[in-house]
């Protein structure tokens, strides 16, 4: 922590402020998911259990997890909701999953919303002869490559078998679609970290190897895992990729098509963004095919460099690291001058973070490299290994809630497995510094005495906010407008407040100067009428 | 082409909706709970259901939209939501102090069948509910109707609860309002004030949704109808619903609670829609309707016939609910305009009703409600046969985009611009903002795309 922010901070006293508010059940249980940090000896914090009811959650669901994340930014596929009119509505177009579709894949069903519309006949019927129909009504007006089904909470409970209607379907289409289900209920698991997961055994099950055609102009051949092209961060990898002469064989799953999931497997590294929703995706490439993975970070123009050198180092190839470098120079010209005239506004500043399941951490680098300190931070639905790295994996309790998760095994293929690099050489790059099949997680890079909250309730967030006064609050669109009330600006790193793209270095210059904005702006310093009293009034959390 | 894959070739669709012009019940709820003063809203069902609901409001209102949910688990789902909701209802009073909780219910807890009544009565043999606090509820399956059914099952569940017929009648006339934004109730409230008639509107989100930054951020805001407002809607002389979709079943319950003899008029969308509510508020408040507000109608007729030309004959391409696509279809057949297209995924009778009988004259006139009555429908229609101007929510701009065609953002939901929530669309001055807005738009996309020598720097 910077000089002179640490002496107004205590944070000490939130733990026992906000406990004491809560009924004594449910302040036992988040007193487990609030943690002091330390990152040389790194507290457990509870984490990826059931949220308290009543307690007003930032999470979404499983479906949201499946549908929303994961398989919905792939342009090509058309995607239909098994289930009533809301849950296919509310996920049309509310993600900004960018798409730039291309002579190979013309196809865009993104601005499509495509659902079964179940009524009251078919919760007591059964849906599944309305589902086939819909698939037949699908095909005959669009004719796509492949059909994905999600369904919703009431489709478990009926008992309609998607995966059935599946194969039902794919048979009377004679093969000419690859049509397959998920079984995405929203009531699975705790979270859209279900979702995730069922996404992830899908991709697996049902595309990922599908094509062993091997096309691209450049010999090093990476994937990037978990980047949904939100604000278009992956068209700016994929542009930094082709500056460095690196082949992008699939990005999961942002600006992608079925193909990229079918060619997955020819690729020879895979770079891990988000880790929470497709590290199982990573895990099943190396195990079935060889690719070992490594955890990437493009978001802040450091990270972004570091990445690149790690893939260099990779690769091993003297004339690809040559460019790298060379390309790392020349970005950062312009991300240095745009770093210094943002800083001259946001050195010293405190940032708190609540996103999702990675970029909470993920921002810290931006941030950082704005002279910000982030004095608190938390997942919605990350996982302790997402905390506190993934050496705790093996000590992770399964819990009822999560148990039912359908969890697949994956062996060797029994053609295709081909370890990309041997045990030595694998031994030889770790002592170069490279990490396979690793994850610090978030807690390893906050300071010393920051908060760290899981699942955070919306009077957490107002206590945070009153106790602290943060610069700049980071959080989702349920929470921008309730913070900003209390006159502290809120970004949004879910949607970036419709900005972006915000990785790589293009994407970094963007941020800062995003947030060089919010500490500029002069509205907040108008919250006070003149002729109300002129003493500077302190946001006030009132129930 | 952001919608490539929509052609003209319309197929007969039996289950796909592509597209809706609706969305479900609970949000409807969701809604409608934030009009009453001091409520917390409770979906009761898994938790996805109550971010989206909150999420999507937030996203049209620009406004903190705070609801709780019950976090249904996969036990729950199979055992029943029961201890979750007497969970939930202890920890929202003791964290949040709302004075009323109001639930609903999403298509999980309806399918599994949990029995509202019954959960909540056990909360308060608990204890859990606090001396003077409510737990309201009501049932919105998400398979039934759309998001208006919510709205309306919710604002049925005000009456249900709190009504209350006293033997002292008060000459109060209660005004039910419909799906509608909190500058159009704020609207309708000012011409029953400018008339000085005494009203109670439920609900209100006025106060709610619209609130100022001042560095204090109020979970419950100054809006919303009180509880002591809420209970005198049973002695009240008279009811006027806005809009049969949302308030008539609310309407036949307070006249069934409490005799309160009620009319359904339409929300008053343009220029007879007005006219027909403040007639009723007149008769019924017994009132005269002041000269300020006949000079604002005289305001909106010189625009029209201003600038009439404009107007007249031009084709137009509608989406939304009902009880907002009656007044507007009607409104704009009143300026000779062609609404030729209209679909509505809400389902009811009274829409295809209406919209014959105001159409009678538009032969061409093509309209849909209920299932697969969707915007891929309305587009293919546009495909068919074009159109000069779309009005809708924001889904309706991919179309405005693939076609060229003017666009005005109206209904639910607007994601992508703001201020709707302060400037109104209902009365005389409503509809003098809205073909302000037509107007523009059109003069808008002459003047972009006319050829160079045909710009006229007067309109």
């Known amino acids: 922590m910077t000089k002179d922010t640490e002496k107004d901070i205590n944070l000490a006293e939130f733990k026992e402020e906000v406990l004491a508010a809560y009924p004594k059940k449910v302040a036992k249980k988040r007193g487990k998911a609030i943690v002091y940090n330390d990152p040389d000896e790194i507290p457990q914090i509870q984490a990826n259990v059931r949220t308290i009811p009543g307690i007003i959650t930032q999470r979404g669901c499983t479906y949201a997890g499946c549908k929303g994340v994961v398989l919905g930014p792939t342009r090509d596929i058309v995607n239909i909701t098994h289930g009533p009119i809301g849950c296919g509505f509310y996920s049309w177009l509310t993600r900004r999953n960018q798409t730039r579709p291309d002579e190979q894949a013309p196809e865009n069903f993104i601005p499509y919303a495509f659902s079964t519309d179940m009524q009251d006949s078919n919760i007591v019927f059964g849906g599944e002869e309305k589902l086939k129909q819909a698939i037949r009504e699908a095909y005959e007006l669009f004719h796509p490559k492949a059909i994905a089904i999600f369904s919703t909470c009431p489709v478990g409970l009926i008992g309609d078998d998607v995966h059935r209607v599946a194969r039902h379907m794919t048979e009377e289409l004679e093969g000419k679609v690859n049509i397959f289900g998920f079984s995405c209920e929203g009531y699975r698991g705790v979270s859209q970290s279900a979702g995730h997961h069922i996404a992830n055994n899908g991709l697996y099950k049902n595309l990922i190897g599908n094509d062993d055609s091997v096309d691209g102009k450049y010999k090093f051949r990476i994937n990037v895992l978990g980047e949904y092209n939100i604000g278009g961060d992956a068209f700016a990898i994929e542009t930094l990729m082709d500056k460095c002469g690196i082949e992008l064989v699939a990005t999961m799953s942002g600006n992608s098509t079925k193909k990229q999931f079918e060619t997955a497997h020819t690729a020879d590294l895979s770079l891990v963004m988000c880790h929470r929703s497709i590290n199982y995706v990573a895990e099943m490439l190396e195990t079935s095919f060889g690719i070992p993975w490594m955890k990437a970070n493009f978001i802040g123009a450091e990270a972004t460099a570091k990445t690149l050198r790690k893939v260099g180092k990779y690769f091993g190839d003297q004339e690809l690291i040559d460019r790298i470098e060379k390309v790392i120079a020349e970005e950062m010209i312009p991300v240095k001058e745009a770093q210094e005239k943002a800083l001259e506004k946001t050195k010293g500043k405190l940032a708190m973070l609540f996103v999702g399941g990675s970029r909470a951490h993920h921002y810290q680098e931006l941030f950082n490299e704005l002279g910000m300190t982030t004095i608190s931070a938390g997942y919605e639905f990350g996982h302790r290994d997402d905390y506190e790295g993934r050496s705790v994996i093996p000590s992770i309790q399964i819990d009822a809630d999560s148990r039912n998760i359908e969890q697949i095994t994956v062996k060797e293929d029994a053609t295709r497995f081909k370890p990309r690099k041997t045990e030595e050489e694998l031994k030889a790059l770790e002592k170069e510094g490279l990490e396979f099949n690793g994850y610090e997680g978030m807690m390893a890079e906050m300071k010393k005495g920051t908060l760290v909250i899981d699942d955070l309730s919306h009077y957490e967030m107002g206590k945070l906010i009153e106790m602290y006064h943060p610069d700049i609050f980071c959080a989702g669109i349920k929470e921008k407008f309730c913070v900003q009330k209390m006159g502290i600006p809120l970004k949004q790193l879910h949607n970036y407040d419709y900005g972006g793209p915000y990785a790589a270095f293009e994407g970094a210059i963007n941020f800062y100067k995003d947030i060089e904005q919010i500490a500029c702006c002069s509205i907040w310093k108008e919250m006070k009428a003149p002729w109300e009293k002129e003493d500077i009034v302190e946001a006030e959390y009132v129930y | ?459």
Request: proline share 6%.
């Open chain 2, 1 to 459: 082409m952001l919608l490539k894959h929509t052609t003209d070739k319309e197929i007969d669709r039996k289950a796909l909706t592509i597209n809706p012009a609706k969305t479900c019940q609970p949000i409807g709820a969701m809604y409608a709970a934030l009009g009453i003063h001091g409520c917390l809203p409770h979906s009761h069902g898994s938790q996805g259901c109550c971010s989206y609901h909150r999420s999507t409001l937030t996203r049209h209102f620009k406004e903190p939209v705070v609801a709780a949910t019950s976090s249904f688990s996969e036990g729950s789902s199979v055992f029943g939501g029961s201890a979750n909701l007497v969970q939930a209802i202890e920890t929202m009073f003791t964290v949040y102090k709302p004075e009323v909780i109001a639930v609903h219910t999403t298509c999980l807890s309806e399918t599994i069948g949990d029995d509202l009544t019954q959960i909540v009565s056990k909360a308060n043999d608990d204890g859990l509910i606090p001396e003077g606090k409510f737990v309201i509820y009501c049932n919105t399956p998400s398979y039934v109707g759309t998001h208006i059914t919510g709205y309306s099952n919710q604002v049925a569940a005000m009456v249900k609860f709190f009504s209350t017929a006293t033997p002292k009648k008060k000459n109060v006339v209660n005004l039910v309002a419909g799906w509608m934004e909190p500058s159009d109730m704020r609207e309708i409230k000012r011409l029953a004030q400018v008339m000085e008639a005494r009203t109670i509107m439920f609900p209100d989100m006025t106060g709610v949704l619209d609130t100022p930054l001042n560095g204090k951020y109020h979970m419950y805001p100054d809006g919303g109808t009180t509880i002591p407002e809420l209970r005198a809607t049973g002695d009240s002389k008279f009811t006027i619903g806005l809009g049969q979709y949302c308030t008539e079943d609310a309407c036949i319950k307070l006249e069934n609670k409490c005799k309160v003899k009620f009319e359904v008029v339409d929300i008053p969308i343009g220029l007879k829609a007005t006219d027909r509510f403040l007639m009723s508020l007149s008769r019924h408040a017994n009132l005269p309707i002041p000269d300020s507000i006949t000079e604002e109608r005289g305001q909106l007729i010189d625009l029209i016939a201003d600038n009439a030309k404009y107007l007249y004959g031009k084709r137009v391409a509608l989406w939304g609910d009902p009880d907002t696509l009656i007044p507007l279809t009607e409104f704009l057949v009143s300026l000779d305009m062609k609404p030729v297209y209209i679909v509505s995924g809400t389902p009811g009778k009274p829409f295809d009703e209406r919209m014959s009988e105001i159409l009678k004259d538009i032969p061409e006139a093509k309209f849909m409600s209920g299932e697969r009555a969707d915007m891929f429908r309305l587009h293919q229609w546009i495909k068919q046969e074009g159109v000069d101007l779309l009005i809708g929510n924001t889904y309706g701009k991919y179309i405005a985009r693939d076609e060229d065609t003017p666009f005005i953002r109206f209904g639910f939901p607007i994601a992508d611009r703001s201020g709707h929530n302060y400037f109104p669309k209902t009365g005389y001055v409503g509809a003098t903002n809205l073909v302000i807005q037509i107007l523009n738009a059109f003069m808008d996309h002459q003047d972009r795309t006319c050829p160079e020598e045909k710009v006229e720097f007067q309109m």
